[in-house]
């Protein structure tokens, strides 16, 4: 089918701002957006540059704002986007983040809000030689949450984040709910206290745009839900 | 400009093979981790099924079992000692990861969940045993974002989007690495005591295959190119389920489940070839079984594809004609295979609840790779001399535990246990050793030169074109059956792509984030590993494991009971062989 791409371009070695840039291609009603991208790449303008890897939605490499929607490029299909864009389907980097090169965002920052609730497993008793035992109830309680691959969609989809860099964000926290109801884990009091920091929890006004944008399908909105629930009550359940 | 730095360790790649040296080198000498992805975009991240391990947690089994096992499944081409270490360590590793944070899936006591995988059985019944560790169908995920975390919290030194180009090589010594910061478009020299090399899998040499982007063999190329040697390319694995035409892959872990192949017909092939395991029999043996299927005429409308049937009544239709008390339903399935049930629905626009899968035998896994002995140190020739101060683990490495086909699950378990002997390795040789002198203004320059003629090419030749070429014809010719013809074919057709890429010029001439060149460059790798590869399946005139000649179709220890090894020494590939460590299993015909 003829597809029409509106690819939001910026080189810094050579453009002053970004600027839009169309391009007519024949492709197949299901190749994925990542398709399409390499297609403009590998045929029309090698100069485009992104980031990808996997090409099947798990590694979290290509993040992108579609059609206005954070979207995973390669997750999503042409005929459905070019049915929702009426025609014509936009391509621009995530929002929030310094952009580097085309779509290729500084990812700094959001590790670093990562790397702020303390995204590991504490708990300094002895196990023994044999794994620790959780019950099946109580290792479903945060299976949601373990599915997260760090894409940033939903941090970077979200108005609070926008006003303020220094917000957390929606995958930081999500994060913390990971180990903060993993019941091996002693260091939930900690990381409620991270979250406590004005520009922790407090930011997020519910507004819901994470949870539509997670391409592992996670309840984002929900999780902040419980993790602030925790932090008000001191309860963990 | 070249940036320099001097670590005592280093570790090239971010995946679980890296982050687990790393998380053992790190706590005793200067560590570094340099990646070209983000560690948790390593394509460790989309190991679906499970980690193997003789846990014995839902039924009786020993890693004596699970010894065995890897060796016939590698029709016996792995090297026993190695698969001893692998197989005893499973057990303290899977352990390990759980004590890391790991959220495997549990059993109603609270232990780590397992269940069964191709080739993985209990010896005395010869029947399937529930081995493979899984986290939902998304264990490999959890290994590395669970290894990933622990390096966090050990503060362990990384620089992400760094692409290790060229190795220091000096009299048989290894003295760091270089590498172009991709952000910035300009080389690093990296000064180390110990490297360890961890960069995964080089599956875009093929078509339809199941691995990631980025999965290129830098690191072996660079390997070649430092005239070194690479281990038994011809030994590479397609997996036989792939999503028609994608090749993404829907793990084994659905036949774990219960899945099973149907062709044309109708009909549960798999149960006339193999009558015991059936469709859990090794994959080299499925896809070939697939194919043979589609030969002749029972792919589904004709077409070169099969079905992988997972409907739960039918699952429940073929455990009652085994014998098989279990009773499964969707929301068991759902639950159990969440991930591949996702990518059948958003990528084939098949639900595999109420409709059969289309499938077809995809590229997926490197058996061969950068030569080893059991300490993961690099070898320099057949002879078993090592490389002072280089080490390899992972996909990247042939340790030899795959021998001439993997067994599923194993990948993983080779990661954590060779990963982390790799790292104590390195360290105890760090702790020891003393930096030897680098030319440091010379250090970069072979680096320099490649990236130069890519940059500043004026030739009209075209990556895209030329990587496309060799993919297809790969997939044609040097895939799951092959001939002697058609691999000469492949070679004299390699020969011209490396011909034509010598005018490949990059169109992007930038310096960040320049992805068009990296991407020539890459692609210069793949077409010296698919040389070597086609070379040394030509020289092997046997059938074994994932190699299968059509003109020699049976196995034959006579003359091929050994590894290959390939070197390319001024333009001229040559051969050489080692003899398999065998200790405890003498060769036998695999049947299953
Ligand atoms: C879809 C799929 C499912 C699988 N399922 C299973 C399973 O269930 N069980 C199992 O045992 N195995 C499975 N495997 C196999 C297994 O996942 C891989 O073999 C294994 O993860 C490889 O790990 P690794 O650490 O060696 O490399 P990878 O995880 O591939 O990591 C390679 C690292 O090297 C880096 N790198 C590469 N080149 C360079 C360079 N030039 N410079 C710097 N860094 C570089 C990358 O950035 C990356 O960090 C599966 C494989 C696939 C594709
Ligand atoms: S729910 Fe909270 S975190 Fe999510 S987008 Fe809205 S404000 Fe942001
Ligand atoms: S929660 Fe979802 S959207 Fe956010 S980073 Fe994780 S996977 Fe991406
Ligand atoms: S390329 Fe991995 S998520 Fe899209």
């Known amino acids: ?48 540059s992104i980031r990808r890897s996997c090409a099947h939605g798990v590694c979290g490499s290509d993040a992108m704002r579609i059609n206005g929607r954070n ?7 042409v005929d459905d986007e070019m049915a929702f864009g009426k025609g014509v389907i936009t391509v621009e980097p995530i929002l929030g983040l310094p952009v580097i090169k085309d779509m290729i965002v500084d990812m700094e920052p959001f590790f670093a809000h990562y790397r702020s609730i303390m995204p590991f497993l504490v708990n300094d008793t002895d196990p023994g030689p044999r794994e620790r035992l959780q019950s099946s109830e109580d290792r479903v309680r945060f299976d949601d949450t373990t599915k997260c691959i760090l894409c940033a969609c939903c941090t970077t989809s979200c108005p609070s984040f926008w006003a303020r860099g220094d917000y957390v964000g929606p995958a930081a926290i999500v994060q913390a709910h990971r180990f903060i109801f993993d019941t091996r884990d002693h260091a939930a009091e900690e990381r409620l206290q991270v979250l406590s920091d004005p520009n922790g929890l407090w930011r997020c006004r519910t507004v819901f745009n994470c949870t539509e944008a997670c391409p592992r399908g996670i309840q984002v909105t929900k999780a902040i839900g419980e993790v602030k629930d925790a932090l008000r009550t001191g309860v963990i359940a | ?122 010896n005395e019944t010869k029947k399937p045993v529930m081995r493979a560790c899984h986290a939902a169908d998304r264990t490999g995920h959890m290994i590395l974002q669970t290894l990933y975390q622990n390096c966090i919290k050990n503060k362990v030194t990384f620089f992400d989007e760094f692409q290790v180009i060229d190795l220091l090589i000096d009299d048989g010594k290894c003295n760091g690495v270089v590498a172009v910061c991709l952000a910035t478009g300009e080389l690093h020299v990296f000064h180390s005591k110990g ?102 005429g029972r792919g589904i409308g004709g077409k070169d594809y099969v079905y992988l049937d997972f409907r739960p009544d039918q699952i429940n239709k073929y455990f009652e004609e085994d014998g098989n008390t279990k009773r499964i339903t969707a929301e068991y399935l759902e639950t159990r295979l969440p991930d591949i049930i996702e990518f059948s629905r958003v990528y084939q626009g098949v639900d595999p609840i109420t409709q059969p899968v289309p499938i077809q035998p995809t590229a997926h896994y490197a058996m061969g790779g950068i030569p080893t002995n059991v300490d993961t140190e690099v070898l320099a020739d057949a002879s078993g001399k ?47 050793a003393s930096f030897r002198a680098i030319k440091k203004e010379t250090a970069a320059d072979f680096a320099q030169s490649q990236i130069d003629v ?11 074109k030329i990587r496309k070429s060799l993919q297809v014809m790969m997939d044609d010719n040097v895939g799951v059956y092959r001939t002697g013809p058609g691999l000469e074919a492949a070679i004299t057709h390699i020969r011209e792509l490396q011909a034509r890429y010598k005018n490949v010029a990059a169109k992007d001439k930038g310096m960040l984030w320049n992805t068009d060149l990296m991407e020539a460059w890459e692609l210069g790798a793949l077409l010296d590993l698919a ?26 220890d006579a003359d091929f009971l050994k590894h290959t090894f390939v070197t390319v020494k001024n333009g001229k590939i040559e051969l050489s062989s080692k003899p398999v460590t065998i200790t405890r299993y003498k060769p036998e015909e695999r049947k299953y």
């Open chain 1, 1 to 48: 089918m003829k597809v029409c791409l509106k690819i939001k371009r910026f080189n810094p070695e050579t453009d002053k701002k970004p600027y839009w840039k169309s391009y007519e291609l024949d492709l197949e009603p299901k190749d994925r957006i990542l398709d399409a991208l390499h297609e403009v790449k590998w045929t029309l303008d090698g100069t485009l």
């Open chain 1, 71 to 77: 979207r995973l490029a390669c997750k999503v299909f």
């Open chain 2, 1 to 122: 400009m070249v940036h320099h730095h001097q670590f005592d360790a280093l570790v090239v790649g971010g995946g679980g093979a890296g982050l687990m040296a790393a998380l053992h080198a790190s706590k005793r000498v200067k560590t570094a981790v340099i990646s070209k992805l983000y560690p948790t975009r390593s394509h460790t991240g989309t190991a679906q099924g499970g980690i193997g391990a003789a846990l014995g947690n839902m039924e009786p089994d020993k890693w004596e079992w699970h010894a065995y096992d890897t060796v016939k499944g590698g029709d016996f081409l792995s090297d026993q000692d190695a698969v001893d270490i692998m197989c005893k360590e499973a057990i303290d590793a899977v352990i390990d990861l759980e004590h890391l944070g790991l959220p495997f899936d549990r059993t109603p006591d609270g232990k780590i969940s397992q269940r069964r995988f191709g080739g993985h059985t209990n």
């Open chain 2, 195 to 296: 490297t360890l090399l961890a960069t995964g899998g080089f599956g875009k040499m093929w078509k339809v295959t199941s691995n990631a982007h980025s999965l290129t063999g830098d690191l072996p190329a660079a390997i070649l190119r430092r005239q070194l040697p690479l281990e038994d390319m011809e030994f590479f694995q397609f997996h036989p389920t792939g999503v028609y035409k994608l090749g993404i892959l829907l793990s084994e872990a659905a036949r774990g489940e219960g899945a099973v192949f149907i062709n044309d017909k109708g009909e549960r092939f798999m149960a006339r070839y193999m009558p015991t395991m059936k469709d859990l029999a090794p994959r080299d043996i499925c896809s070939r079984y697939i194919y043979k299927e589609v030969r002749e």
């Open chain 2, 386 to 432: 090592t490389i002072e101060g280089l080490y390899a683990a992972g996909e990247v490495a042939c340790v030899s535990v795959h021998g001439a086909n993997r067994l599923g699950t194993n990948s993983l378990v080779d990661l954590v246990v060779f990963g982390k002997i790799g790292g104590i390795k390195m360290a105890d040789y760090c702790e020891r």
């Open chain 2, 454 to 464: 890519l940059r500043n090419g004026k030739g009209g030749e075209d990556a895209a």
């Open chain 2, 531 to 556: 040389e070597v590869t086609a070379v040394s399946a030509l020289a092997r005139q046997e059938s074994r494991g994932g190699h299968f000649r059509e003109d020699f179709p049976t196995r034959n």
